[in-house]
């Protein structure tokens, strides 16, 4: 139980292209998700805090209108890279976990992005 | 600030061998801690948690133990396997929310 599956796995695009990358909870109702950021050998850096239904919560240096995130079912969180540059270039990691107290935080397998 | 790290950037250990990972915090507000494993090109994979009001749980051939007094965080796994070769994150959060992730310990196995 509690997979979280993220599309695609891999994108190459164009600098100035839109990107959009997929997180969904296939076997449960994921009240929160969450995007992530993970350069090569670094730790993972929360980039927003979504909550179905409402806007999401951006960390401090994380440009809202650049890294656009919509929660709109319980199950589907989308994150879209704007006009992406080669700087965008990361691997994004969502995760996604339940209201219910003690329940952890499950994650995706990640979206390698590339920007040429 | 708040900040999460790791004593030791690399661990290698012999197959069968008992490792220990370990992991400093500096939040107090912290009540929640927790270990991932993550595989090359994969995200992490959830290993176990613990509360703040506990300072041992187990899991299966895993053990984390948790220290408030000095802020210290440590994941042990028993009779370790080459599976297990990764790199283990801790995390802290308030709640089960926000967590803030620890620089990362690569585990490296021999056989």
């Known amino acids: 139980g509690a997979v979280v599956s993220q599309h695609p796995s891999w994108v190459i695009c164009k600098s100035g292209t839109s990107v959009k990358i997929e997180c969904r909870s296939l076997?449960?109702?994921?009240?929160?998700m969450f995007w992530y950021r993970q350069f090569p050998k670094q730790s993972l850096m929360l980039m927003a805090t979504s909550n179905e239904g409402s806007k999401a919560t951006y960390e401090q240096g994380v440009e809202k209108d650049k890294f656009l995130i919509n929660h709109a079912s319980l199950t589907l969180s989308t994150l879209t890279v704007t006009s992406a540059h080669p700087e965008d270039s990361s691997f994004y990691i969502c995760?996604?976990?339940?209201?219910?107290?003690?329940?952890?935080?499950?994650f995706g397998d990640g979206t390698r992005l590339s920007i040429l | 600030g708040e900040s999460v790290g790791l004593h030791l950037p690399t661990l290698s250990v012999q197959e069968g061998d008992n490792s220990i990972i370990n992991c400093a915090y500096s939040n107090s507000a912290s009540d929640y801690f927790i270990w991932y494993k993550q595989e090359s090109g994969k995200g992490p994979q959830f290993i176990i948690d613990?509360?703040?009001?506990?300072d041992k749980r187990q899991g299966q051939r895993v053990t984390v133990l948790l220290n408030k007094t000095v802020k210290h965080l440590s994941l042990q796994i028993a009779a370790t396997q080459p599976g297990d070769s990764a790199v283990y994150f801790c995390?802290?959060?308030?709640?089960?929310?926000?967590?803030?992730f620890g620089a990362g310990t690569r585990l490296a196995v021999h056989p």
């Open positions: 076997d449960f109702q994921a009240t929160t």
């Open positions: 995390a802290e959060g308030s709640g089960y929310n926000k967590l803030i």
């Open positions: 995760s996604a976990r339940t209201g219910t107290e003690d329940q952890p935080q499950h």
């Open positions: 613990i509360r703040s009001n506990m």
